[in-house]
């Protein structure tokens, strides 16, 4: 079940929700604090608590699913319901059987905070949803604020800790929502891994922005790069960009174009599994821009698959690279998505639901009888 084109949508906040979930008397007592000589116990479900939204949304998930057999298309994240249907006379009919339901439950409705009026834009979870563009944005109020947190962050500038996990979590908050957020914050993570211990847990402490950091985020200024919209669903890509790598040197292709090369003395110091994710830095920089808003990229195995997937991680070739293929790549034109997978994979036997593969002996060795024996040890070769 998804939004779709031209859906109206309601949303429903439950008032001090986690508060209609009762506790168990004789577990109480591990929920219990102390005011001056004063001794409470929590007789309902607290806020704060770590397994608290996950209690609250099992036992939502009971509500939720009766709604469903209705016929009603809701989308539940802990106290905030999405409900949609195909027009606004059928989306009154079932915001009211749902509101029905949950008034027996014994829940009441944060009017304020909700959107009862059927609509095709709104804010959800801090993301504003558009079914007539079939596409998400990020508010507008979030854009100011990180616009206006980043003015702090100057080259030799000292920020205080507590601030650079502000921004940190702003940044994160959008990850679905702007493209390319990750490859954008990974500097400001590494600038305050270098300089912040977190088991120390002193959030008094300052630390200095360098100009790598800087430079990174200048690219949070620029409106079009936080205001740009998401599709609800991502195209299929219509190229691919196939990648490989070894120790000695990269090649990639698109179609009929090739380019390839030699690692520099420089290069070669890197690890057999960051080859691959300069391999395909390196061939995705050579090829010319392709103007498709999906493209595809096959990838050198599941690490370099693994650190584009996660935007870089904490991989340090991929700031080394200038932030890695995807960026490269997709910074050249209007295209915006990248569908990765590992190259070769056919080639390739998975044991299991885990990870590890291996070459197939009769695929080995025709690579044998053509370029003979590897010259170092692989754990992907059959013994």
């Known amino acids: ?95 009211q059987m749902t509101t029905q339901l949950l008034f027996s439950l014994g829940f009441s409705i944060n009017v304020p905070k909700s959107h009862l009026e059927p609509s095709q834009r709104l804010l959800f979870i801090g993301t504003v949803l558009d079914t007539t563009l079939s596409r998400a944005f990020p508010p507008p109020q979030w854009i100011q604020d990180i616009q206006a947190l980043i003015s702090m962050f100057r080259e030799g500038s000292v920020v205080p800790v507590l601030k650079v996990l502000r921004l940190l979590g702003l940044f994160a908050s959008c990850i679905l929502l702007v493209t390319h957020a990750c490859w954008h914050m990974r500097a400001l993570q590494w600038c305050l ?16 922005i360098s100009r790598d950091t800087t430079a990174d985020l200048q690219w949070w200024s620029v409106d079009g790069n936080l205001s740009q919209e998401r599709p609800f669903s991502i195209p299929p890509p219509v190229a691919t960009v196939i990648t490989d ?15 390839k090369g030699r690692w520099s003395p420089v290069e070669q110091v890197i690890s057999y ?25 096959s990838l050198d195995g599941q690490h370099a698959l693994d650190v584009v997937h996660q935007q870089a991680g904490r991989s340090w070739v ?65 013994r």
């Not at 591990?30 to 099992?58: C, D, E, I, M």
């Open 1 to 95: 079940m998804a939004l779709n084109k031209e859906d109206w949508m309601v949303c429903v906040d439950l008032q001090d929700a986690y508060f209609h979930i009762p506790i168990l008397k004789s577990r109480r007592k591990y929920l219990g604090f102390v005011v001056g000589s004063q001794h409470y116990q929590f007789a309902v479900l607290p806020f704060g608590l770590t397994s608290a939204p996950r209690v609250f949304t099992k036992v939502m998930a009971v509500v939720a699913a009766n709604l469903r057999r209705k016929g009603i298309a809701v989308f539940p994240y802990l106290d905030d319901w999405l409900i949609k249907a195909k027009s606004p006379k059928l989306e009154l009919h079932h915001l």
């Open 193 to 208: 891994r270098r300089q912040w211990f977190q088991h120390r847990g002193d959030l008094a402490e300052s630390i200095n």
């Open 245 to 259: 790598a070894s120790t000695l040197g990269w090649g990639a292709h698109l179609g009929d174009l090739e380019i």
């Open 273 to 297: 599994q960051s080859a691959g994710i300069a391999g395909d830095t390196f061939g995705s920089q050579g090829l010319p821009p392709f103007p498709s808003r999906s493209v595809g990229s």
């Open 318 to 382: 991929v700031p080394s690279l200038q932030r890695g293929s995807a960026a490269l790549v997709l910074g050249k034109g209007p295209s915006d998505l990248l569908i990765s997978k590992p190259s070769g994979w056919g080639s390739k036997r998975v044991y299991g639901q885990s990870q590890t593969a291996t070459l197939r002996p009769i695929t080995s060795g025709v690579f044998i009888q053509i370029w003979s024996f590897p010259s170092f040890r692989c754990g992907g070769l059959p």
